[in-house]
């Protein structure tokens, strides 16, 4: 395995760190304070200006997979996604979000040319966003066979009935599309061929937002997570995404790269953290000495950067996998990292808050939400728990027969 970044992928590294260092770091006081001015739930200016600037600098749509569209590798956009992870709002600049980044891969893999016009064409302009509803509230959607919202098919209509939660993006005002995820045949024997995913736009009647989740008190306003009702919604039987009883293999061939992204993104969030903390145990004097060198500081900075470099080398390896041999046989190891990358930027996130002390929990150093959106993707895309799991399954049956 060579993980040697090439000259193209070096290059584009420093012009997303250029970019950041230009305009996300200087601007995200800028940015957190349109957003608490007036209506929380509209588009900063500024985010829009970011995007302009990434895009004529040719710094835009990153993500997109070679063959299709896309010129990078998983291999060769985990270094620049990484970057990209070290603001919370670096990500969208770039047209690189969750979730639209796996929706736009949904359309790309899956959908008819019809739908890639209507939907994936403004999503990859920017003009848009999305949302993805499969969890829903009254039932432990860690699995997904548990789903009950439905999709009925009537006439050259699917009527769509159900409630779904946690569902990203669905409060922001320019999201206009769902990737819904519901059964079309319950009654089937094969509990993965029941689901299937419809697109559902947002201004459908029936689509309800009850209510926005916020995680530890934060709304994530203009994006944030929220409780949707999908009642009596009727949308054209065009809108079924490759064909009913496919769903989960939609969320396969979704879910494998939407992990992926997030732990390069929690990678550049705990060197982040990591940066704070050094900075700050640097800067302060106690009991006659730079925290820096109290011990149990330098232990915990050296505990850091093993972590950190452990996460990385292991979300490389994911990478040069899915792109040599799939993410179906990479998928023992993108469980591993999707377990390991959080717990990594939990433990190094939290220590940079104790190395702050009292600041560290309020909003002066982010570090308090930087830890909540940490925290969030121990649950996001499957649960520590189903993720060890599968990777115990997948381990006992290498010995089944010896």
């Known amino acids: 395995m060579d993980f040697e970044y090439t000259d193209k992928v070096k290059e584009l590294q420093a012009r997303v760190s250029a970019f950041m260092e230009e305009n996300v770091y200087p601007g995200e006081e800028t ?34 997979p070679k063959g299709h569209g896309g010129t990078l590798t998983n291999l060769e956009y985990a270094p620049l996604c990484e970057i990209m992870g070290r603001s919370p709002f670096a990500p969208e600049a770039f047209n690189c979000s969750a979730p639209d980044t796996g929706n736009m891969e949904v359309l790309l893999r899956y959908g008819t040319e019809a739908q890639k016009k209507q939907w994936l064409e403004p999503l990859l302009a920017g003009r848009i966003r999305s949302c993805f509803a499969m969890t829903e509230p009254a039932v432990a959607s860690s699995d997904a066979t548990n789903i009950e919202a439905r999709i009925v098919r009537d006439g050259d209509h699917y009527v769509i009935n159900g409630r779904k939660w946690w569902s990203s993006g669905a409060p922001d005002p320019r999201c206009r599309i769902f990737i819904f995820m519901g059964k079309t045949d319950p009654d089937n024997p094969d509990r993965h061929r029941q689901q299937s995913m419809i697109l ?90 730079p925290v820096s060198e109290q011990t149990v500081t330098q232990e915990r900075i050296a505990q850091s950067r093993i972590l950190i470099e452990q996460a990385r080398l292991l979300t490389l390896k994911v990478a040069w996998m899915m792109d040599k041999v799939g993410n179906k046989v990479a998928k023992a190891e993108i469980a591993m990292i999707k377990v390991a990358a959080p717990n990594m930027a939990c433990e190094v996130i939290d220590w940079a808050i104790q190395a702050h002390g009292g600041g560290g929990v309020t909003d002066d150093f982010r570090l308090a939400h930087a830890y909540a959106n940490a925290r969030l993707l121990r649950l996001a895309d499957g649960p520590d728990e189903v993720h060890r799991n599968q990777i115990a399954r997948i381990e006992l049956k290498k010995h089944a027969h010896r």
């Open 31 to 64: 940015m957190y304070a349109q957003i608490g001015e007036g209506n929380r739930w509209e588009a900063p200016a500024l985010m829009e200006e970011w995007k302009a600037k990434a895009r004529a600098a040719g710094l835009w749509n990153l993500w997109q």
């Open 200 to 289: 559902v736009p947002a201004d459908t009647p029936g689509v309800t937002i009850e209510k926005v989740l916020p995680v530890f008190g934060y709304d994530d306003a203009p994006h944030g997570h929220a409780q949707v009702r999908f009642e009596n919604v009727r949308v054209p039987a065009s809108n079924m995404l490759l064909g009913e009883g496919r769903g989960f293999e939609i969320a396969q061939g979704r879910l494998g790269p939407g992990r992926i992204h997030h732990c390069m993104r929690l990678i550049g969030l705990a060197e982040r953290a990591l940066e704070k903390m050094c900075k700050r145990t640097m800067s302060r004097v106690a009991f006659g000495k």
